[in-house]
């Protein structure tokens, strides 16, 4: 009998078994169980019978069983399936791929085919990730998966790095250094140092590996370093001996919300946990026990949600929900849209409310915010694929506004009930976050991870893969949203303000005449909605900026400074994952100028002010007087370098990153220094990140312009272009040159006298 956290579980494929790893304080344990997991097919029961007489003599097949099971959510009717049970854990989707095939792939319709199998293997033993369970010849579950305080499991943690050098690292590279915390390894020869780096982890026996691009770069290049020298079968970072040093999964460059978007591969352990910081989006925005605690009810293991995003997360937790209640869960998404007519869809395809700002500063404004709206709306209005258009409600009550379909009654959806429990959560961990009794940081990050979940359940809905997705959910989500921010438009216009801006799920509005307090109108929006609104913040004065493609107001430009000073900016440089640090620093020092000003009076006296800022800081970049490091642009690749038609800047660099012997893919960032940009020599133009020695010679013209295009960012509604700002800028070089060289004249003078 033994007692621990379960830190990791998956698939021995040699010896046909899973593997869960528990750990305490002092020790971690291995265990090795059997596991028979199975698939579902259905079809006529002719069709069934056929099959199944075709696939007796399968030698990959175990057994086969005809047994009866659920398979239309919200529908408690059992149909006759066929069970297949394969000889082998791993050979599932191989033997699924072959019968979807025979059955030209619309004959037959398949179950619980894709569910991960160490998902599948915790939750048939009635346990999860990261619980705390005893094993005695099986697991006894001593943990609560969706309690909010429980025990962290005791992880001891080690850092795995390559002492830092300038310049790219080739393949071919030997290996000089690597750092185990802060113990740094370098030993006579490149064999000697790994095998020494190896023997330091094992000796501390961390159950958690932290890297910074171990999966992009560090753990390819130590296998690739150690292949070399011979030594690969000796080179063991996790607990299991023999484990193989691919990638459990590929590279990949995938496009997302309209952008393209790099993952690298999975380069994950066997016993420990490999977490990559850098390309972790769940660790960048949420830290360990962010993925702690999204690994325990979503129960997928700690390494892979470090690896996952929210949308996996909050898709897995459905699929567990749907399990628990007995449904067959379908490999392929198998819900067609419902037909409509082009003035019908023009009706329903519309998405959020949106209205406009005017450009321009504003004085006294309050933002009011919706807190988790389309979540709240979902779980309000009972929202789920198999209750929108339900047929046991056709003379149901609760109806969609302007679209008319009608939602069950009868039954709660499986998307409200996922949500119910998350909404709450992430309510609690964000008030934990404000009190001063909790660790603020740490319930901050674990809320921020939820807040990824439930910003991502919408989207899912109408995901044409999503495996409870169905687009007359997203429809309806969307209307009640419309619906929902004009009652609290109405609301505000009614207690005495006018609303400046609005946006989906909040307000911004101002006092036209004596009105009551932006508190009581909060409330009154949550009574007269049912969906709760918050008092987001009073602002001093606000800024509402032009799109930079028309000249209608930016949804998401804006910036203002709140009662209490704090200041909130959106959309302009400053917010901008590109932007040099020098050009953040420039627009950062006109803010700090402005947001002293308490009333737009006071604004527009401080402009002269932030004007000045702008301009030391241009004289800094023309006296050379800037770190070339805070001056590099970072973006990221949207196509492979002989795509680009046109020499732009990022082709020079892409192709001064091949001379160097690396292939940038789409979706990943590079970052280069702007040289010369008149020059078409790809050499001169520009410089990669990883070839800067420090002292570069910057093109001085090309940063005075987007030094003028950020300070045009914050005062364009005041009559500042970036023409107009780019001719003064130009001036202070111009006089500062002139000035400079009358100095030297001078001073040569009086070295000849």
Same mark, same amino acid.
């Given at each position: 009998?033994?007692?621990?956290?379960?830190?990791?579980?998956?698939?021995?494929?040699?010896?046909?078994?899973?593997?869960?790893?528990?750990?305490?304080?002092?020790?971690?344990?291995?265990?090795?169980?059997?596991?028979?997991?199975?698939?579902?097919?259905?079809?006529?029961? /002719?069709?069934?019978?056929?099959?199944?007489?075709?696939?007796?003599?399968?030698?990959?097949?175990?057994?086969?069983?005809?047994?009866?099971?659920?398979?239309?959510?919200?529908?408690?009717?059992?149909?006759?399936?066929?069970?297949?049970?394969?000889?082998?854990? +791993?050979?599932?989707?191989?033997?699924?791929?072959?019968?979807?095939?025979?059955?030209?792939?619309?004959?037959?319709?398949?179950?619980?085919?894709?569910?991960?199998?160490?998902?599948?293997?915790?939750?048939?033993?009635?346990?999860?990730?990261?619980?705390?369970?005893?094993?005695?010849k099986g697991f006894i579950l001593k943990d609560?998966?969706?309690?909010?305080?429980?025990?962290?499991?005791?992880?001891?943690?080690?850092?795995?790095?390559?002492?830092?050098?300038?310049?790219?690292?080739?393949?071919?590279?030997?290996?000089?250094?690597?750092?185990?915390?802060?113990?740094?390894?370098?030993?006579?020869?490149?064999?000697?140092?790994?095998?020494?780096?190896?023997?330091?982890?094992?000796?501390?026996?961390?159950?958690?590996?932290?890297?910074?691009?171990?999966?992009?770069?560090?753990?390819?290049?130590?296998?690739?370093? =150690?292949?070399?020298?011979?030594?690969?079968?000796?080179?063991?970072?996790?607990?299991?001996?023999?484990?193989?040093?691919?990638?459990?999964?590929?590279?990949?460059?995938?496009?997302?919300?309209?952008?393209?978007?790099?993952?690298?591969?999975?380069?994950?352990?066997?016993? $420990?946990?490999?977490?990559?910081?850098?390309?972790?989006?769940?660790?960048?925005?949420?830290? !360990?026990?962010?993925?702690?605690?999204?690994?325990?009810?979503?129960?997928?293991?700690?390494?892979?949600?470090?690896?996952?995003?929210?949308?996996?997360?909050?898709?897995?937790?459905?699929?567990?929900?749907?399990?628990?209640?007995?449904?067959?869960?379908?490999?392929?998404?198998?819900?067609?849209?419902?037909?409509?007519?082009?003035?019908?869809?023009?009706?329903?395809?519309?998405?959020?409310?949106?209205?406009?700002?005017?450009?321009?500063? %504003?004085?006294?404004?309050?933002e009011l915010d919706f807190a988790s709206l389309?979540?709240?709306?979902? !779980?309000?209005?009972?929202?789920?694929?198999?209750?929108?258009?339900?047929?046991?409600?056709?003379?149901?009550?609760?109806?969609?506004?302007?679209?008319?379909?009608?939602?069950?009654?009868?039954?709660?959806?499986?998307?409200?009930?996922?949500?119910?429990?998350?909404?709450?959560?992430?309510?609690?961990?964000?008030?934990?976050?404000?009190?001063?009794?909790?660790?603020?940081?740490?319930?901050?990050?674990?809320?921020?991870?939820?807040?990824?979940?439930?910003?991502?359940?919408?989207?899912?809905?109408?995901?044409?893969?999503?495996?409870?997705?169905?687009?007359?959910?997203?429809?309806?989500?969307?209307?009640?949203?419309?619906?929902?921010?004009?009652?609290?438009?109405?609301?505000?216009?009614? =207690?005495?303000?006018?609303?400046?801006?609005?946006?989906?799920?909040?307000?911004?509005?101002?006092?036209?005449?004596?009105?009551?307090?932006?508190?009581?109108?909060?409330?009154?929006?949550?009574?007269?909605?049912?969906?709760?609104?918050?008092?987001?913040?009073?602002?001093?004065?606000?800024?509402?900026?032009?799109?930079?493609?028309?000249?209608?107001?930016?949804?998401? $430009?804006?910036?203002?400074?709140?009662?209490?000073?704090?200041?909130?900016? $959106?959309?302009?440089?400053?917010?901008?994952?590109?932007?040099?640090?020098?050009?953040?620093?420039?627009?950062?020092?006109? !803010?700090?100028?402005?947001?002293?000003?308490? +009333?737009?009076?006071?604004?527009?006296?401080?402009?002269?002010?932030?004007?000045? =800022?702008?301009?030391?800081?241009?004289?800094?970049?023309?006296?050379?007087?800037?770190?070339?490091?805070?001056?590099?642009?970072?973006?990221?690749?949207?196509?492979?370098?002989?795509?680009?038609?046109?020499?732009?800047?990022?082709?020079?660099?892409?192709?001064?990153?091949?001379?160097?012997?690396?292939?940038?893919?789409?979706?990943?960032?590079?970052?280069? !220094?702007?040289?010369?940009?008149?020059?078409?020599?790809?050499?001169?133009?520009?410089?990669?990140?990883?070839?800067?020695?420090? /002292?570069?010679?910057?093109?001085?013209?090309?940063?005075?312009?987007?030094?003028?295009?950020?300070?045009?960012?914050?005062?364009?509604?005041?009559?500042?272009?970036?023409?107009?700002?780019e001719i003064m800028l130009k001036e202070l070089? %111009?006089?500062?040159?002139?000035?400079?060289?009358?100095?030297?004249?001078? $001073?040569?003078?009086?070295?000849?006298?």
């Amino acid at each position: 009998m033994m007692s621990g956290h379960i830190l990791d579980s998956y698939v021995d494929s040699t010896k046909n078994m899973m593997i869960t790893w528990l750990i305490t304080k002092e020790k971690s344990y291995r265990i090795e169980d059997q596991f028979q997991p199975s698939f579902f097919v259905y079809s006529s029961k /002719d069709n069934l019978f056929t099959l199944a007489s075709q696939l007796h003599e399968d030698p990959s097949i175990k057994h086969l069983n005809f047994t009866h099971a659920k398979l239309q959510l919200g529908s408690e009717k059992k149909y006759v399936v066929l069970e297949v049970i394969p000889k082998t854990i +791993t050979s599932i989707s191989a033997l699924a791929e072959k019968i979807d095939a025979q059955g030209k792939y619309h004959t037959y319709t398949l179950y619980n085919v894709d569910i991960r199998l160490p998902t599948r293997y915790l939750q048939s033993n009635g346990v999860f990730s990261n619980a705390w369970v005893t094993w005695d010849k099986g697991f006894i579950l001593k943990d609560n998966q969706w309690s909010i305080d429980y025990d962290v499991p005791a992880f001891t943690i080690a850092h795995l790095s390559l002492k830092k050098k300038t310049g790219l690292i080739a393949w071919t590279d030997p290996l000089t250094h690597l750092v185990v915390d802060d113990t740094v390894i370098s030993e006579e020869n490149e064999a000697d140092t790994i095998l020494q780096a190896v023997r330091v982890i094992n000796k501390k026996d961390p159950d958690i590996i932290y890297t910074a691009e171990g999966d992009s770069f560090l753990f390819p290049y130590l296998y690739q370093r =150690a292949k070399d020298c011979g030594i690969l079968h000796a080179v063991e970072f996790g607990r299991e001996k023999n484990h193989k040093k691919t990638p459990s999964k590929q590279a990949k460059s995938y496009f997302s919300y309209g952008q393209i978007v790099y993952r690298p591969a999975f380069y994950t352990l066997k016993g $420990r946990v490999h977490i990559d910081t850098k390309s972790s989006f769940m660790y960048s925005e949420s830290r !360990l026990r962010g993925i702690v605690d999204i690994s325990r009810c979503a129960n997928i293991p700690l390494q892979l949600q470090a690896r996952l995003g929210p949308g996996t997360a909050i898709s897995q937790i459905q699929v567990n929900n749907a399990m628990q209640k007995g449904y067959l869960i379908p490999w392929k998404k198998n819900m067609p849209e419902n037909c409509k007519t082009a003035k019908h869809l023009l009706l329903a395809d519309r998405g959020g409310l949106i209205l406009s700002p005017k450009t321009g500063l %504003y004085d006294n404004v309050v933002e009011l915010d919706f807190a988790s709206l389309y979540p709240n709306i979902m !779980l309000r209005f009972n929202i789920s694929p198999e209750t929108m258009l339900c047929d046991c409600c056709h003379d149901s009550s609760l109806t969609v506004p302007q679209l008319g379909y009608h939602i069950c009654t009868k039954k709660t959806g499986l998307l409200p009930e996922v949500l119910k429990p998350i909404i709450y959560r992430r309510f609690l961990y964000k008030a934990r976050s404000h009190n001063k009794k909790y660790d603020a940081q740490l319930y901050s990050d674990i809320q921020q991870a939820w807040k990824w979940l439930l910003i991502v359940c919408f989207g899912y809905t109408g995901y044409r893969n999503a495996r409870y997705g169905r687009i007359e959910c997203h429809e309806s989500i969307t209307a009640f949203a419309r619906d929902i921010l004009l009652k609290a438009l109405r609301v505000a216009e009614h =207690a005495g303000y006018r609303v400046l801006h609005g946006i989906v799920d909040s307000l911004w509005i101002q006092a036209t005449s004596p009105s009551i307090d932006p508190q009581k109108i909060s409330r009154r929006i949550s009574e007269t909605t049912g969906i709760k609104m918050d008092v987001e913040g009073r602002y001093k004065w606000i800024v509402f900026l032009p799109s930079k493609q028309h000249d209608v107001g930016a949804l998401t $430009r804006y910036y203002g400074v709140f009662d209490t000073g704090k200041m909130k900016v $959106r959309g302009i440089e400053l917010r901008q994952r590109n932007t040099p640090e020098f050009l953040k620093e420039v627009q950062q020092s006109m !803010l700090d100028v402005l947001c002293t000003a308490n +009333t737009s009076q006071e604004f527009h006296g401080l402009i002269p002010q932030a004007l000045h =800022a702008l301009c030391c800081c241009a004289l800094q970049l023309i006296n050379n007087d800037i770190n070339p490091y805070k001056l590099v642009f970072t973006t990221r690749i949207s196509k492979a370098v002989t795509e680009y038609k046109v020499n732009t800047l990022v082709k020079s660099a892409l192709l001064q990153m091949r001379d160097l012997g690396f292939n940038v893919q789409p979706g990943q960032s590079l970052s280069y !220094l702007v040289l010369n940009e008149q020059t078409r020599e790809y050499k001169s133009r520009v410089k990669v990140l990883e070839s800067i020695t420090g /002292d570069e010679q910057v093109d001085i013209e090309y940063y005075l312009r987007q030094m003028a295009q950020c300070a045009e960012s914050i005062l364009v509604p005041f009559g500042y272009t970036r023409e107009t700002l780019e001719i003064m800028l130009k001036e202070l070089k %111009y006089t500062e040159v002139k000035n400079a060289s009358i100095l030297s004249r001078d $001073r040569a003078v009086q070295t000849s006298l």
